[in-house]
């Protein structure tokens, strides 16, 4: 076989918060190594949420990365939204609200709702 031989066109998005990777690397694949976040750029609001994480026991934290604990892992998909800015939760839980709305897609059963805050951040 001959080699394969060609050009990647690599494209980086204008205007995706640098923040994204932690949001969705983190609580995805359980881990987050620190050295490779250049943090000058992740805003105080994400960090101290990660701070809140950890004090939680959603997370574990050691001088070179984040680990998403067994409870976590449970919660890794309530993680990746508390994690996003409110401008994004607010595009979630508008696309959220319309969704319920459409009928055939919700039974209408809202014992689940409202969810409760974490007990830490009152």
Do not use: C
Request: net charge negative.
């Amino acid at each position: 076989m001959g080699k394969l031989r060609g050009a990647i066109n690599l494209t980086v998005g204008d205007g995706i918060p640098y923040e994204r990777g932690i949001i969705l690397h983190l609580p995805y694949f359980g881990w987050l190594d620190k050295s490779r976040i250049a943090w000058e750029h992740i805003p105080d609001e994400l960090t101290g949420k990660l701070a809140l994480l950890v004090s939680e026991g959603m997370l574990e934290e050691d001088a070179e990365e984040f680990r998403i604990t067994e409870l976590g892992r449970v919660w890794y998909a309530n993680m990746m939204y508390y994690l996003s800015p409110a401008s994004d939760q607010k595009v979630l839980d508008e696309f959220t609200a319309l969704k319920r709305r459409t009928k055939g897609l919700t039974d209408g059963d809202d014992r689940m709702l409202p969810l409760l805050p974490i007990a830490s951040a009152q």
